[in-house]
């Protein structure tokens, strides 16, 4: 009995001790002990290591920045109609043939090139429609043109190009067959156009069933919608 007593007063003996160790330790070098990081320190937002006082903030990650999508698609619904022999239909909702502009031989690129196609003026999102029948030969994004469709026509010797638009349509694909007074997409201003004019860029090439589905000789397409 008398040793177990004498145990338990060495072990407080030894806890009294070592807390007075602590106590002085803390007393004479308390602010120079290691403390927790701070919940900012841990963020990446505390003191870079190695410095003193309040450190130097680190910089916080910058969010990459967005780039305009490319081929996204929207809803849209068939318009009525079709275009008679030898014409193509107005491939822009709520255009008529007086809104049109014959800018085939406008200069573009600083005088480098013409233009070789007309723009139709429209509010971004206006719903493009296929000008004839055709099969959809390529879904492409360029620079100058951004979102762009090229089409091919059924006898394949004519190709039709849509160009700046916001958004295809959905489910539009390769391969696909269309007809005239489809939907195909929505007026933007994708590539090099401006923001504050949307339109949609409109050629019309004589092809060659055996060319590729950008080759061909450019011809007006004004006449064949205006007539």
């Given at each position: ?31 120079r ?15 870079v ?21 490319r ?7 068939p ?47 206006t ?8 099969t959809?030969?390529?879904l ?8 762009t ?19 295809y ?59």
């Amino acid at each position: 009995m008398k040793s177990r007593w004498r145990d338990v007063r060495l072990v407080a003996q030894a806890v009294v001790i070592t807390s007075a160790v602590w106590l002085v330790l803390f007393y004479l070098f308390g602010d120079r002990l290691p403390t927790a990081p701070s919940p900012a320190e841990l963020a990446g937002g505390g003191p870079v290591a190695g410095q003193g006082g309040e450190g130097t903030q680190i910089d916080p990650v910058a969010e990459p920045r967005l780039t305009q999508p490319r081929g996204k698609r929207v809803a849209m619904t068939p318009q009525n109609g079709s275009p008679d022999q030898g014409k193509l239909f107005i491939p822009v909702a709520g255009v008529r043939k007086s809104d049109l502009v014959d800018s085939y031989t406008d200069d573009r690129g600083g005088g480098t090139r013409t233009h070789e196609a007309i723009d139709i003026m429209a509010d971004s999102g206006t719903p493009v429609f296929a000008a004839a029948p055709c099969t959809v030969e390529k879904l492409f994004w360029s620079d100058l043109g951004g979102n762009t469709i090229y089409v091919r026509s059924p006898d394949e010797r004519t190709i039709y190009y849509y160009a700046h638009l916001d958004a295809y349509r959905n489910g539009l694909k390769e391969g696909q067959q269309v007809r005239a007074g489809e939907p195909l997409g929505t007026v933007g201003s994708s590539g090099n156009a401006d923001p504050a004019a949307p339109h949609l860029h409109f050629s019309v090439l004589n092809t060659t069933p055996e060319a590729n589905w950008s080759e061909g000789t450019p011809i007006n397409p004004y006449p064949l919608l205006s007539r």
